[in-house]
């Protein structure tokens, strides 16, 4: 007796089936039988990485059976959801692609009144319009061409609707998007997701009370901001908001990656979806220290914090408001150990410093060699952002800093104090230092 779908294949036998396969490969596009049985095989083993290619091989075979392109198409548009939509797309050779490009085939193929049937062309409109997405931004007017047909085919299905507020959702078109996720809920789409998403687009148009109303449906009582309307949840944990930053115009000693890349910063949620970011960025991001952004509900990567375990990390979407702080970098040398933990508490209240520090020695053969010998002090190298608030007045400020590191414990920079007072001839003395406290700590770093 053969196996059914109530005694599915065991693990082992269901990876023999996929190499048996694998030696048939030629015959994926010409083999019906084997392309079916290629498509359950992937579903049945998880849709992973190792079955990317025969998807391709079958992407490209079928272009005159819908049914069969629909089932490919959807193992890929999965493939390609796996990666977060705050990601550069840098290639065009995706699975995203491959699905577009053959849905776009089977489109092709369809004879007339197939194309009226929103069983047939409606679904290859909408499964289009999901991978044209999953492409980037490049692809999104086909995107939205895609959706707009099937919902033109058929506009009571729900998940269609559902899908394009996705779409908006990720271009910053909170008003469509919030449109496309009530429609959504009224064709009886997946109630819990359509909510999450309205209440997202809601807090990026600035709808409160629609924000307000969608956690509360969604279990989460909220209050309204009584100074900006907007929702307010409570006991919310601060959590890690992901952005692509580049390298520091300023910066010349990082070990940081030189190309884009994401940086994590800790956000202090009034929502479920909007907060205020309470650390600074240290490369060249969008936001910073004191902005209020706004962030997608599914987490993208988690981190690992040693004393408490994973923390979610969730994609930036928008920022609905820069923080009026002043955000300052730094960088400095202390030449008496413990120099820079004091200087937040020297400089006026309200004042934060945040530090990158790297530890610089010279290589030492006495402690190489094992010889009992005594050690100068050890310098530390510090970059990092001061961040001071709008209502510091900057000549109080100006006082404070220069008598903290006029003391002579410790060497800093900070040009970006005197551009904001016009001092100009400061300014470039203060750069003129910076760029000598890298050199000192660059030398140091080539030492060990």
């Known amino acids: 007796m053969g196996p059914t779908e109530a005694t599915p294949l065991p693990e082992d036998e269901l990876e023999a089936t996929w190499r048996a396969l694998l030696g048939r490969k030629g ?39 819908w049914k069969t392109t629909l089932a490919i198409a959807a193992l890929l548009i999965e493939q390609a959801a796996r990666r977060g939509m705050d990601e550069p797309v840098v290639s065009e050779d995706t699975p995203a692609r491959w699905a577009s490009d053959a849905l776009r085939r089977a489109l092709d193929a369809l004879d007339h009144s197939e194309r009226r049937d929103p069983a047939i062309a ?53 008003e469509e998007g919030l449109r496309a996720n009530q429609m959504a809920l009224d064709h009886k789409a997946a109630r819990r997701p359509a909510l999450w998403n309205l209440a997202i687009c809601a807090t990026g148009l600035g709808s409160g ?3 307000r109303r969608s956690w509360e449906e969604l279990g989460m009582p909220a209050q309204a901001d009584p100074k900006t309307k907007m929702p307010l949840v ?35 949620p009034l929502s479920p979806c909007h907060g205020v970011v309470q650390s600074p960025t240290f490369r060249d991001a969008p936001i910073d220290y004191g902005d209020l952004v706004l962030w997608d509900g599914a987490p993208v990567a988690e981190h690992r914090i040693s004393d408490c375990g994973p923390v979610p990390v969730f994609p930036l979407l928008e920022i609905l408001r820069h923080g009026d702080e002043r955000r300052w970098p730094f960088a400095a040398i202390e030449k008496e150990k413990g120099a820079l933990v004091g200087l937040e508490q020297a400089l006026p209240d309200g004042t ?8 610089l020695e010279h290589h030492c ?30 000549a109080s400020f100006r006082d404070a800093w220069e008598a903290s590191v006029g003391s002579g414990a410790l060497a800093a920079s900070l040009p970006s104090l005197y551009e904001e007072l016009g001092e100009t001839k400061r300014a470039g003395q203060e750069h003129q230092a910076w760029r000598g406290i890298e050199r000192k700590a660059l030398r140091r770093k080539a030492d060990r």
């Open 352 to 359: 934060r410093v945040f530090v990158q520090q790297e530890r």
């Open 234 to 268: 409570d006991g919310l944990p601060p959590l890690l908001v992901r952005v692509l930053s580049r390298p520091s115009p300023v910066d010349a000693t990082t070990k940081l990656p030189t190309g884009v890349g994401f940086e994590l910063v800790w956000v202090a």
């Open 209 to 211: 009370e629609v924000a």
């Open 27 to 65: 015959q994926l596009k010409s083999d019906r039988t084997l392309a079916e049985l290629a498509i359950e095989l992937i579903r049945e083993l998880g849709n992973g990485t190792p079955h990317r290619e025969v998807l391709r091989e079958l992407a490209e075979g079928w272009p005159e059976d």
């Open 365 to 394: 053969a006495a402690c190489e060699a094992g010889v009992a010998h005594e050690h100068g002090s050890v310098s530390e190298f510090a970059r990092g952002k001061i961040i001071v608030p709008a209502a510091v007045e900057l």
């Open 122 to 174: 409606g679904h290859l409109h909408a499964s289009l319009g999901n991978a044209l997405r999953l492409c980037g931004p490049g692809r999104d007017a086909d995107a939205q061409q895609a959706f707009n047909r099937a919902l033109e085919l058929d506009g009571e299905r729900g998940s269609w609707w559902y899908d394009l507020g996705l779409l908006h959702k990720w271009r910053g078109r909170f």
